[in-house]
């Protein structure tokens, strides 16, 4: 029965005890349960409201109980209820009366939702490190393809040549709005809950603002009921991450696009691909499926909090404990799959030569045959409309533009001339497109520049 054995006459059935129980998923988080209990026990000795020894044997005892988990010294114990009640019960088991003094002017309602603020906000520190790893090697492996001439797509139709290093920096910033998306996610959730009790705070005159202090956040929350009862930093996290999985997962589909044999433009390596049980000659996208499959499952888990929370009443109440295996599998997921992928783009091949060869096959520079009339006086739309022609002619002859002569160009319009030819060579079509974020070399370099200078000052903040 345990702390409540006082209005208990009972001992909890055992399948509900199992089912009350939450230590399976929340004993990761032992060790800011003692930060947070270190700040309460430390404002309550500064608020005189336990005395400085019983706040020394507190600190020590639970510096202790840390130690000892971290070596192994001490085993949690995993029928308990969940890591808070686990840590107290050791700590007066070792400490005796101080112990049980802790939990004045608090609840476990504050304490798990301080506990969870602590632990997501180091675990978004680590996703946000994870991102700018990946946009650093998104970024290497540009520098080398700025040359590289692919066809860029709509309707995954061949449309216009752009590079592989434009194509994979999109994503670079992709990433880099995913990461001020954290990083605002990061500020919101970082207010103090702790001193707001089960609901209503407490008689004790504590000192919030002291406690929010010592655990580093930028102030207390200003409504206790608040304060226990929402969990919008979880969902908002769980969100962020869903966003960026929704990234990376079209960053695989392109992988395992390009990686066809069908496309050929990359080649996987063998560390980042499997082969099959029976042919031979597979060399399968695994990590790229599992990251489009696995954004699926981030998306329910956060389909699944914000449900859960959508009919709850204020304050707390008992289905807020299923907020933490969802958001903890969310991050474990997306910290796997940021490493999973930057492991595949630093280690795949670019066949550039494919990729050209793609880019001029399928009319990709049919706009800059229109583009070169209408620079000569003529509309775009009457431009249009003439290399229209000009295409279904060639698609039915099944030749190339470059493989007519002016002759046939003449046919369909008396402003041909023989400067056409440099006018849709792939290299021209693509280095005049050196608009600001635009895909020519020069434009590119640029992007790439800056995109550098936007990492350098993230990394510093
Ligand atoms: N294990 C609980 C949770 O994760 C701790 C809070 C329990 N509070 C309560 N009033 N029963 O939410």
């Not at 020590?60 to 109980?65: E, Q, S, T, V, Y």
């Not at 066809?151 to 910033?173: D, E, I, K, R, S």
Request: proline residues 2%.
């Amino acid at each position: 029965m345990g702390i409540w054995s006082g209005r208990f006459s009972k001992e909890l059935d055992s399948i509900a005890s199992e089912y009350n129980s939450s230590i399976g998923v929340d004993h990761v988080m032992f060790r800011e349960d003692i930060e947070g209990s270190k700040a309460h026990a430390k404002m309550l000795s500064e608020c005189d409201i336990i005395s400085k020894e019983d706040e020394e044997l507190i600190i020590n005892g639970l510096d202790g109980i840390k130690s000892d988990i971290e070596n192994k010294t001490l085993e949690i114990d995993m029928k308990a209820e969940d890591i808070h009640m686990f840590i107290e019960t050791e700590l007066t088991k070792r400490i005796g009366d101080a112990g049980k003094r802790l939990h004045t002017a608090r609840s476990r309602n504050d304490q798990v939702v301080t506990d969870l603020r602590l632990y997501l906000r180091n675990l978004i520190t680590e996703i946000e490190s994870e991102i700018v790893m990946l946009c650093e090697s998104i970024i290497a492996k540009s520098e080398q393809n700025i040359d590289s001439i692919m066809p860029g797509y709509t309707h995954l139709q061949a449309a216009q040549p752009v590079t592989f290093a434009h194509h994979l920096m999109a994503y670079c910033q992709m990433l880099i709005r995913d990461l001020s998306r954290f990083r605002d996610a990061k500020t919101r959730l970082n207010e103090s809950p702790l001193g707001a009790g089960a609901l209503a705070t407490t008689v004790y005159n504590i000192d919030r603002h002291r406690t929010s202090e010592l655990l580093g956040f930028n102030k207390p929350m200003l409504n206790s009921m608040d304060a226990v009862s929402d969990r919008d930093f979880v969902i908002e996290t769980e969100y962020c991450a869903s966003m960026t999985m929704m990234h990376l997962s079209r960053l695989s589909e392109e992988l395992i696009i390009w990686s066809s044999q069908e496309f050929g433009y990359i080649e996987l390596d063998d560390a980042f691909t499997t082969g099959s049980s029976i042919m031979p000659q597979k060399k399968n996208p695994d990590m790229a499926e599992l990251t489009r499959g696995k954004t699926g499952t981030v998306i329910g888990i956060t389909m699944g909090m914000i449900t859960t929370m959508k009919g709850l009443p204020l304050a707390y109440n008992k289905d807020l404990q299923e907020d933490k295996k969802g958001v903890f599998e969310v991050i474990d997921i997306l910290s796997k799959t940021l490493k999973v992928t930057r492991g595949m783009i630093d280690t795949l091949k670019v066949n550039s030569d494919t990729m050209k060869a793609k880019a001029n096959n399928g009319y990709i520079v049919a706009t800059d045959l229109a583009d070169y009339l209408t620079e000569k006086g003529m509309p775009f739309r009457d431009a249009y409309k003439i290399v229209g022609g000009i295409i279904k002619k060639a698609s039915e002859e099944k030749k190339n533009l470059e493989d007519y002569g002016i002759e046939m160009y003449r046919e369909f319009s008396e402003v041909f001339d023989t400067d056409l030819f440099e006018a849709i060579s792939l290299e021209k079509s693509l280095s005049r497109r050196a608009v600001y974020g635009g895909p020519s070399p020069v434009a590119v370099k640029k992007q790439i520049e800056e995109t550098k200078k936007i990492l350098s000052k993230t990394k510093e903040s």
